[in-house]
């Protein structure tokens, strides 16, 4: 069973919503920082929003106020509620995480699991 799989993925015209859930097989779940990153075609992969096992919420300055990144540490499960999205949210998107504190949110490489990803695409 892999340790992360994302789902939700999909096409939505800009101006709408889309909620990704990631459910992990992890022992101790609640002790990973959980993470969303995402990549555009041509473009590195880059880290949108962490969330510590506290609640502790950070997102890059490129999705600040329209999505939203939460966890259920009971049910495994991690979400990103994307709201008025964007054409340039293109991109797959990955679930990572990496026991203990959250690295910065710029940190790409120190993630020991990685889901495969779901591709969600923003038509303008």
């Known amino acids: 069973q892999a340790p992360l799989v994302e789902s939700g993925g999909g096409s939505v015209q800009a101006g709408g919503s889309l909620r990704l859930s990631c459910v992990a097989s992890?022992?101790?779940?609640?002790?990973?920082?959980m993470a969303w990153f995402r990549q555009a075609p041509g473009k590195a992969r880059e880290g949108i929003a962490i969330?510590?096992?506290?609640?502790?919420?950070n997102y890059a300055d490129s999705v600040k106020g329209r999505f939203a990144i939460s966890r259920d540490n009971a049910e495994k499960s991690l979400y990103l509620q994307m709201n008025s999205l964007k054409a340039e949210d293109t991109a797959i998107y990955y679930c990572a995480a990496d026991w203990g504190k959250c690295p910065d949110i710029s940190v790409t490489s120190r993630y020991d699991y990685w889901g495969q990803g779901t591709q969600v695409t923003v038509s303008a």
């Open positions: 969330i510590e096992s506290t609640g502790t919420a």
């Open positions: 992890l022992f101790r779940f609640g002790s990973y920082c």
